[in-house]
């Protein structure tokens, strides 16, 4: 008879296998977990925005996310398989050009993250059948990257591979939390994890350099205010409050990560090609960007995270953060910019184009090479 843990190791070793750093099992029991009555709640709050999809409920009225069983009511236990991003370039934080913007780190890869994770999830659930098979034990598996109504935190969380940090990320004593998460669920009980000890301790340096203060408390995010929402999930205008604190972000955000001890200390970096930045994402040119027309996007941003802002978001990004420059050498693409076709990007460059006008004469040479103070940790 094949045990539990017979199946779990095999789980494991297939991740290993697959080229996953970190695999770990918990059970679908979420009754157990005391944290899930903060998802209600948080959506409750509105913290979640307009990202409808956040709040879609079963026919009895339950959010579909507080419970795996609710979109797949034959799953035991769920798989957690956790990959690293980080790439071996400097952090947001420590970079000070007036000229650039920033795209977050999870975004500058070759691959999109859902296309380099899936087919390593296939892998495991492949060695699963395979040994499930050979005994004869029937097994259904789903596999998710961020393509299911799942909490994948709070899995990852119950199945050891790190501890939720006050950022809201999960991250990991090894490797820090440029991690994905993937999960695959299963009919099978296999031998769980067990969640391993909080060591944010008395640290609150996310907390103090989150720019626009979406971090409310220890673990509690208004997404409405973070940046990574802001440039890459809201549609429209970004409101007027928040745009001075978007500083140089023109997709999304990476700033309570880069202050994280557990990031700066020891974070381990890849060498994986799928992760190296794609020409042009690291630390980009706010010029070049600008420039950028729109069968040119697509063609630097075909299979990119990217593609989630549109064309529009993301030229409205570009005007906000070359609005926050300071550099006025960018008034010639914002007013080009300001009278294209896109009210949205046009009303944005306006108002990019009176925040330079506004700025005193004497600053304006200095501030081409001056430091901007836009991130929160300095
Ligand atoms: C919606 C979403 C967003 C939203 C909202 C983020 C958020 N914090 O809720 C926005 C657009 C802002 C976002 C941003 C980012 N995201 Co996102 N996002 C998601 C998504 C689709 C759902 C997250 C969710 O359920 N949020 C609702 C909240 C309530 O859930 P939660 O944060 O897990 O909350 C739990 C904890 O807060 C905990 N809790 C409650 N109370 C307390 C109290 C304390 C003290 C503590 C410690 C914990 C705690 O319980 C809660 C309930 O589970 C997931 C994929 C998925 N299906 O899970 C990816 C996911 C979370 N995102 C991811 C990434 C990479 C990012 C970004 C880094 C991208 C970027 N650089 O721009 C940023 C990080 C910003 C941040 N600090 O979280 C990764 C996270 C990897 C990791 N190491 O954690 C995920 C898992 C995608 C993936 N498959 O890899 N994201
Ligand atoms: S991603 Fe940026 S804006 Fe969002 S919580 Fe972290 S520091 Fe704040
Ligand atoms: S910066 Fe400090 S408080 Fe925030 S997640 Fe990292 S260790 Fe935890």
């Known amino acids: 008879m094949l045990s539990a843990e017979q199946l779990s190791l095999t789980a494991k070793q297939a991740a290993q296998h697959a080229g996953l750093d970190l695999a770990g099992v918990a059970p679908v029991r979420e009754e157990d977990f005391p944290e899930i009555k903060a998802f209600a709640d948080w959506i409750a709050a509105g913290n979640a925005g307009e990202m409808a999809y956040m709040e879609k409920r079963t026919e009895t009225g339950e959010l579909k996310r507080s419970s795996a069983k609710n979109s797949v009511p034959w799953a035991k236990s769920v798989i957690v398989c956790a990959i690293n991003y980080n790439t071996a370039h400097p952090y947001s934080v420590d970079l000070h050009d007036p000229a650039r913007g920033w795209i977050s780190r999870y975004a500058w890869g070759a691959m999109d993250y859902h296309n380099a994770l899936m087919p390593r999830l296939r ?139 557990w990031n700066r200390k020891s974070a381990v970096t890849t060498s994986s090609p799928e992760f190296q930045p794609r020409p042009g994402l690291f630390h980009p040119e706010l010029q070049s960007m600008a420039d950028i027309g729109e069968e040119q996007y697509r063609q630097m941003f075909r299979g990119s995270p990217v593609k989630r802002a549109k064309f529009a978001g993301l030229k409205r990004n570009i005007a906000v953060a070359m609005g926050n420059s300071g550099n006025r050498e960018f008034l010639p693409a914002l007013e080009k910019m300001a009278t294209g076709p896109d009210l949205t990007v046009a009303g944005h460059a306006r108002w990019a184009i009176e925040k330079l006008r506004s700025l005193p004469e004497q600053t304006e040479s200095e501030s081409a090479t001056k430091p901007q103070e836009t991130c929160g940790s300095g």
């Open 123 to 261: 892998q495991v659930e492949a060695s699963l059948r395979e040994l499930a098979g050979r005994y004869g034990i029937a097994l259904e598996t789903r596999c998710y990257v961020d393509t299911g109504p799942v909490l994948e935190r709070l899995y990852a969380r119950y199945a050891g591979i790190g501890w939720i940090g006050k950022n809201t990320c999960l991250i990991n004593q090894q490797i820090g939390s440029w991690l994905f998460l993937g999960v695959i669920l299963t009919s099978l009980e296999l031998r769980q994890d067990e969640p391993v000890p909080d060591r944010c301790g008395s640290c609150t340096r996310c907390i103090d350099a989150c720019p626009t203060h979406a971090i409310l408390a220890p673990g509690q995010l208004d997404a409405r205010r973070c940046i990574a929402y802001l440039t890459i999930e809201k549609r429209g205008t970004i409101e007027e409050e928040f745009r001075d604190s978007i500083g140089h972000h023109i997709f999304g955000c990476d700033i309570c990560q880069d202050v994280c001890p």
